[in-house]
């Protein structure tokens, strides 16, 4: 069986993308880490992952979170998502960066059935990467602040920006000519049951869509939206995987997942973009 490193040191040899994160210039192998010619040196983790933050970042992305993520994606609530992703890329071969990757779910579901596609996946959070690593797929995955990703310039055909911050300006250089923006970000009802039980309004929509107008062409657009039944277990995994309760304590967590609605509905926007420089 091919090691994590191993499918490291796979994927970072067909991205061909990786860049120094100090200086910005080319790496090369350096024995188990990659190393540029000014000498500073990106470790490999023995899970088979990259970390080019200085200082690890506080995150309420942690494991108890991405578990219970697990759970939600395994139920295919947002398998919907993957197909609307797929359908908005042109056709061909793609190198993806998924950034603010969490698990990996959506990347490692976009390679399972493109083998031919190659990607990279960062997240500001250490849990998200580790976890990461758990998935089938071979991808650079990489603890990073997307706002200073440590790839060439236009070594990406698309960009995946789902639910997290963007860096317009970051994921335009590291595109290539012509290459998309695909950003999925929610729809009005999105996690209504979940907002009604903390007793949140719906989303306000306006803003990133507004964002992402001005800043970029959008080249074709869908909109993912369904009411999913939900179990007493599967509300309860949702209610522990969104960052909507990270202000709550595991007790206040417990309370809200012993009285559960009968649906949890996903209500995602998924925008393919051109940067307008
Ligand atoms: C709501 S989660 C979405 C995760 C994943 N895209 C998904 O949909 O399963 C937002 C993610 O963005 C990450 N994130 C937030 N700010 C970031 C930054 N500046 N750089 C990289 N990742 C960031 C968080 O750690 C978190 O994993
Ligand atoms: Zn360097």
């Known amino acids: 069986m091919v090691s994590k490193r191993e499918k490291l040191y796979q994927a ?15 790496v090369e192998r350096a024995g188990e880490a990659f190393a540029c010619a000014r000498g500073h040196s990106v470790n490999v983790h023995r899970k088979g992952c ?11 992305y942690d494991r108890g979170l991405f ?20 359908a908005l890329l042109p056709e061909g071969k793609h190198c993806l960066l998924d950034a603010g990757c969490g698990d990996g779910w959506y990347l490692n579901a976009l390679l399972t059935r493109h083998p031919d596609w190659c990607g990279a996946g960062v997240d500001i959070s250490r849990d998200a990467i580790i976890a990461a690593t758990d998935q089938p797929c071979a991808a650079v995955w990489c603890t990073a602040d997307l706002r200073r990703l440590p790839f060439r310039d236009g ?6 920006d789902v639910l997290t911050p963007a ?16 950003k999925v ?36 657009e869908k909109r993912v939206t369904a009411a999913w039944p939900v179990t007493p277990e599967l509300w309860r995994s ?35 973009c051109r940067w307008r420089a």
């Open 185 to 220: 970000y929610p729809g009005r009802e999105y996690l209504r049951e979940l907002r009604a039980a903390r007793g949140l309004p719906p989303y306000e929509e306006g803003q990133v869509d507004a964002y992402l107008r001005q800043k970029t062409t959008v080249m074709g």
């Open 50 to 60: 990259l970390n080019v933050l200085s200082v690890p970042i506080e995150s309420c």
């Open 238 to 272: 949702f209610v522990w995987m969104t960052p909507l309760n990270q202000d709550l304590s595991a007790e206040e967590k417990e309370a809200l997942a012993v009285k559960p609605a009968d649906t949890v509905t996903i209500d995602l926007h998924v925008a393919a």
């Open 67 to 86: 578990a219970a993520r697990r759970q939600v994606f395994a139920a295919g609530c947002y398998a919907p998502v993957v197909e609307a992703v797929e």
């Open 155 to 160: 070594c990406f055909t698309a960009v995946l």
């Open 12 to 26: 970072v040899e067909r991205l061909k993308g990786l860049r120094c994160p100090v200086c910005g210039g080319d």
């Open 167 to 182: 860096s317009y300006a970051e994921f335009a250089r590291v595109l290539t000519d012509g290459g998309l923006l695909v």
